[in-house]
């Protein structure tokens, strides 16, 4: 059973940078696809795939609206993903969850749906 663990939230204002970590148990173990997600607060609102990463073969897959300033690695000794987050504004105010699933032969999804294990989620925060 993999378990996943976020860090790194926090708040920032326009134009910072933050890296949220992704702690997955068996990363070493067996191949995943593993994805960051936001849901901005508020009723209503959907969880919104940023991006994605296939384990094993390493290939990165990015939503539009993070293409440019987010990027996404991973570290497998440590068994880390991480999403490093560059010129944040403040409607990237949102929780932020990394998610878990079997691994796919191509790009991992970007569909929330799609992953059926997940983190508690850390709080980042953008103000003007």
């Known amino acids: 059973q993999v378990q996943l663990s976020e860090s790194g939230g926090g708040s920032v204002h326009t134009g910072g940078s933050l890296r949220l970590s992704c702690e997955v148990s068996?990363?070493?173990?067996?191949?995943?696809?593993v994805g960051w997600f936001r849901q901005a607060p508020g009723p209503g609102q959907a969880r919104l795939g940023l991006a994605t990463i296939s384990t094993h073969n390493g290939k990165e897959n990015y939503a539009a609206s993070g293409e440019g300033r987010f990027t996404i690695s991973q570290d497998n000794a440590k068994n880390m993903v991480y999403l490093q987050m560059d010129n944040l504004i403040p409607t990237d105010t949102a929780m932020y969850y990394c998610?878990?699933?079997?691994?796919?032969?191509?790009?991992?999804?970007?569909?929330?749906?799609?992953?059926?294990?997940w983190g508690q989620g850390t709080q980042v925060t953008v103000s003007s």
């Open positions: 068996s990363l070493t173990n067996s191949p995943l696809c």
């Open positions: 998610a878990a699933n079997a691994p796919t032969w191509g790009y991992c999804p970007l569909g929330y749906y799609e992953y059926g294990t």
